[in-house]
């Protein structure tokens, strides 16, 4: 380029146009345009009609009157012109040092290209100091000026400069009201200041330029006034495609799809020749109502006008979105296969269709294709849609991959990324990273508050998640309504109420209350937190608008809290006096409140009406079904929703394989986990142990602890005491104590495993010392482990001891006893002899005994021969449950060993004549290694 430039002025040299070395004149001082600090009113009382369309920025002079100029000033016009195509600083100050001592400044056309020469080689302050030297100024020096702000980003400067423009009394022309509109619209985004430019161009007579309504159009849509830009689109007599595309996109701008496959349409009926950009927006609106019947319509339209393979990337992008938002992977990878250039969205796009369809491997395997290619290379885009791909599917190595990739490939993060990580991070249950990211951002924008709040919230940490909170509203920074969902989610118990209130109170302030999500979230938070009436108290007062969404949130709110009775009355309700209809959410929870309720009749009730309305279909649904007949203890039906759900997934079996084991069909689970279509997660393994654990087949139990140790669950704290329950229960109590010790971290379930292991076979010193490290490495003990801890004395004849645990359980540990705890108390002091003290025990309970208080206490009696009180206790027995054979059986027995004969038969005969069997006995032999 240098080159030239100096070709054309020894070209001028030589013409003895100029006789100093022009190159040798220094930089031009640069003297900044004084612009006004405050920008005026623009008003009209003529009111807007139009908007939308595509502005044309200032970049050809109009034809100005021409005078004779001597040889040689055309020269010196081609060099500032060519540096105008090229720009470059240095010559760019040389060539306007030649055209300063040719003296060719005061012809306006070529201080118009030096104002937009040194703009566009980013010397933005020396296109404002030519300007204010510029003497005379037309409206195309001043459009020029204007423009040079806009591309330089200079929005309030390009507005200052129109005001000044309308104060000297500049006429002016529709492509000034053009660049004014898009210098507002990217600036200012006031509707009044877009409405002003209007009125002007109203006034001036000027709407009948169609750039100028295309403009406005475009613009309108921009701030939301749709109503607008649809009058400026009718009452614009020349409409050409620019016109058409504006209008189209404006409408899918303001999410009204619908709107815009009409304005499409009828588009294409008028005859207009469609372009690229209608048929992207076409597709991007069937994408936006997941109309793939529809898009793919548009699709063949496009094919037919040629927009296919080779030309067109940006419609090829918006079917590869089409097809993956509908959730037609193939097609949308046959479109994408099918793309000759490729460019980042395209890449960035199919990518986002495969993590946005769960297909976690073609995702991260395109992604490495993507980096394989070095003339594309993944952007921040790419990043958020992997990893949001593992928040969802909780890949913890790959997004930490993911996070070393980004460090290597940015210098420094985005916000959108940090914010992304942060959410992979809190959803793999990695708090400290999560923690470590925030107090590392130091960008921190409403979403880095809203994801650190949830994560606390989501990984149990609620006093954390409301601490944040406050120190949220502390430093005064605006909060939104996810906002307030992170943190409500926050109040799980009846200890964080009164913050929950706190909340309500708030979101009733700033005007949330009458948003559908803010009343679920509240409804959840008041059932989480035991206060049923204000949860109902809030369905009611939505109850005329109230959606299937709201009914869900009070229905599963009250199932997923035991208030099991409460969600069956909720879904009366809902049936009675909402026009709601309900969906698989709703019959699932509706459905395990039937089973935790034990209500057959109720049950296969709600069943009959999921199968009636074809929601019987989902899996969820039949998983649910499954779950209730095994509570039921059905074990035939449970197999046949089994066996009548066409589309399994894990769930599926693991909810059959705990109806088996639950119902004492081990021998069923263990031959149905060797048919098992998945592979076997933590649930499958802790069930199936289970199983064995019935059975006592040790041989099975190793051969399934084998496999977790392959697939990596020997850490798992579940699995762990379920392998400490099966090879306790298996006689080797050896291996359970190793696999505790080896145990890199134990939970309550491990430590009260261990201790029923111990007490099972008998070693109750040994249960205690366990119990009081358990307590000294600070976990906190539960009902479980004292049910545990009592069996064990009891075992044992610790007495004693057990008394002194039973009694200090509410005080010392804050666990107030049950019902199984008073059967561990009256078998222990049944087992050491003391009989009427377990019976004065039971007279005393602050509860009414069930029948396992009175089993426990027969069953003492019949081991110590108390006839007497066994035959006293067994009445009561009768009455709570006349058809169990065993306590008749139980009771005979100890007629026989008193040596009650007549007793003994007179009650045998009793079970015969009313018909009552007892269970047949059998006992089990494991043929094989050990």
Not at 155 to 161: E, K, L, M, Q, T
Not at 769 to 776: A, H, P, T, V, W
Request: hydrophobic residues 40%; glycine residues 6%; proline residues 2%.
């Amino acid at each position: 380029m240098i080159h030239r430039v100096g070709k054309i002025v020894l070209r001028i040299y030589s013409k003895s146009i100029l006789k100093v070395d022009p190159f040798s004149l220094p930089r031009i001082r640069n003297n900044h345009l004084q612009l006004p600090t405050e920008i005026p009113s623009i008003s009209s009382n003529n009111s807007p009609r139009f908007c939308h369309g595509s502005c044309h920025l200032f970049d050809e002079m109009p034809h100005r009157t021409q005078c004779l100029y001597p040889i040689g000033f055309f020269d010196v016009l081609d060099l500032i012109e060519y540096c105008k195509v090229r720009p470059n600083i240095q010559n760019l100050v040389n060539v306007h040092a030649l055209a300063l001592k040719a003296g060719v400044l005061a012809h306006l056309p070529t201080s118009t290209s030096l104002v937009v020469a040194y703009s566009r080689a980013g010397d933005y302050s020396s296109s404002v100091a030519v300007f204010g030297e510029i003497s005379c100024k037309d409206v195309v020096v001043w459009n020029a000026m204007i423009t040079v702000a806009v591309e330089s980003e200079m929005f309030r400067d390009a507005i200052s400069v129109f005001v000044q423009m309308m104060q000297e009394g500049i006429k002016l022309d529709s492509l000034t009201l053009v660049i004014a509109i898009l210098a507002v619209s990217k600036t200012i985004k006031r509707l009044d200041y877009l409405q002003g430019v209007h009125s002007l161009g109203v006034q001036k007579g000027l709407l009948l330029d169609c750039d100028l309504c295309n403009a406005l159009i475009n613009a309108y849509a921009k701030h939301g006034d749709l109503g607008s830009s649809e009058r400026i689109f009718i009452e614009t007599e020349m409409k050409d495609i620019i016109s058409w595309n504006s209008m189209i996109s404006g409408c899918l701008t303001n999410n009204q799809p619908d709107m815009c496959l009409w304005y499409f349409k009828k588009m294409v009926s008028c005859g207009i020749e469609v372009d690229n950009v209608g048929l992207s927006c076409a597709i991007s609106a069937s994408t936006c109502l997941l109309d793939l019947s529809n898009g793919k319509v548009v699709h063949g339209f496009a094919i037919k006008l040629g927009y296919n393979k080779t030309a067109h990337v940006s419609v090829q992008n918006s079917l590869v979105s089409l097809y993956s938002k509908c959730g037609d992977v193939d097609d949308a990878h046959t479109v994408f296969r099918e793309i000759c250039v490729k460019d980042l969205v395209s890449w960035n796009t199919m990518i986002n269709g495969f993590s946005s369809n769960g297909m976690i491997l073609e995702a991260f395997h395109l992604s490495r294709q993507m980096q394989l290619r070095r003339s594309i290379q993944p952007d921040a885009v790419t990043i958020l849609s992997l990893l949001s791909l593992c928040a969802e599917s909780m890949l913890l190595i790959e997004g930490k991959t993911l996070h070393g990739f980004a460090i290597r490939r940015f210098n420094r993060l985005g916000v959108l990324v940090i914010n992304s990580l942060m959410n992979m991070y809190s959803k793999c249950n990695q708090m400290e990273k999560t923690e470590i990211l925030f107090m590392l951002s130091q960008n921190r924008d409403l979403v880095t508050w809203n994801t650190m709040i949830s994560g606390y919230a989501q990984n149990g940490n609620s006093r954390f998640a409301q601490l944040l909170f406050k120190k949220l509203m502390y430093q005064c920074l605006k909060f939104t309504l996810s906002t307030v969902l992170a943190v409500i989610s926050s109040c799980n118990s009846p200890k964080f109420l009164q913050f929950g209130k706190s909340v309500h109170g708030w979101q009733m302030i700033l005007g949330f209350t009458n948003n559908i999500l803010s009343v679920n979230s509240l409804i959840c938070m008041y059932t989480n937190c035991g206060d049923l009436k204000a949860s109902y108290a809030l369905l009611q007062s939505v109850s005329t608008v109230a959606d299937t969404a709201c009914w869900n949130a009070m229905i599963a709110g009250c199932t997923q809290n035991g208030y099991f009775s409460e969600s069956l009355e909720t879904f009366k309700l809902m049936r009675r006096e909402s026009d709601a209809k309900h969906d698989f959410v709703t019959l699932v929870n509706v459905i395990s409140a039937c089973g935790n309720l034990n209500l057959v009749f109720h049950g296969k009730l709600v069943h009959g009406f999921a199968h009636k309305t074809l929601i019987d279909e989902d899996v969820r649904v039949m998983n649910a079904l499954i779950t209730m007949y095994g509570r039921f203890g059905d074990v035939d039906c449970a197999e046949l929703a089994f066996d009548l759900c066409s589309n399994r997934n894990l769930c599926s079996w693991n909810c059959i394989l705990s109806a088996l084991s639950q119902n004492k069909e081990a021998k069923t689970a263990l031959q149905l986990f060797q048919n098992l279509d998945f592979e076997p997660d933590e649930i499958t393994n802790s069930t199936i142990l289970s199983a064995c654990t019935q059975l006592g087949s040790i041989r099975q139990g190793k051969q399934i602890h084998g496999h977790i140790v392959r697939s990596d669950f020997h850490k798992n704290c579940f699995i762990v005491a379920a392998l400490i329950d099966m090879y306790s229960n298996c006689g080797r109590l050896d291996i359970s104590i190793n696999i505790f010790n080896s145990s890199p971290k134990k939970n309550i379930a491990s430590w009260n495993s261990l201790i029923a292991a111990y007490g099972f076979h008998s070693e109750g010193q040994k249960a205690i010392s366990l119990f009081n490290e358990m307590i000294k490495s600070g976990e906190k003990p539960t009902k479980t482990t004292f049910i545990n801890l009592l069996s064990a004395c009891a075992h044992s004849g610790f007495v004693n001891e057990g008394l002194r645990y039973y009694n200090c359980m509410s005080d010392e540990y804050g666990v107030e006893p049950v019902m199984e705890h008073h059967v561990c108390v009256v078998d222990m002091l049944g087992r050491s002899g003391r009989l009427h003290e377990a019976y004065e025990f039971i007279e005393n309970m602050m509860v009414k005994p069930d029948h396992g208080v009175w089993g426990a206490m027969l069953s003492s009696c019949n081991y110590h021969g108390d006839i007497e009180m066994g035959k006293k206790v067994g009445e009561i027995l009768f009455g709570l449950e006349p058809k169990n054979v065993g306590y008749y059986v139980s009771l005979a027995n100890a007629y026989v060993a008193a040596g009650s004969w007549s007793d003994a038969v007179q009650l045998r005969n009793f079970v015969q004549d009313v018909r009552l069997k007892k269970p047949t006995g059998y006992s089990l032999v494991d043929v094989g290694l050990y």
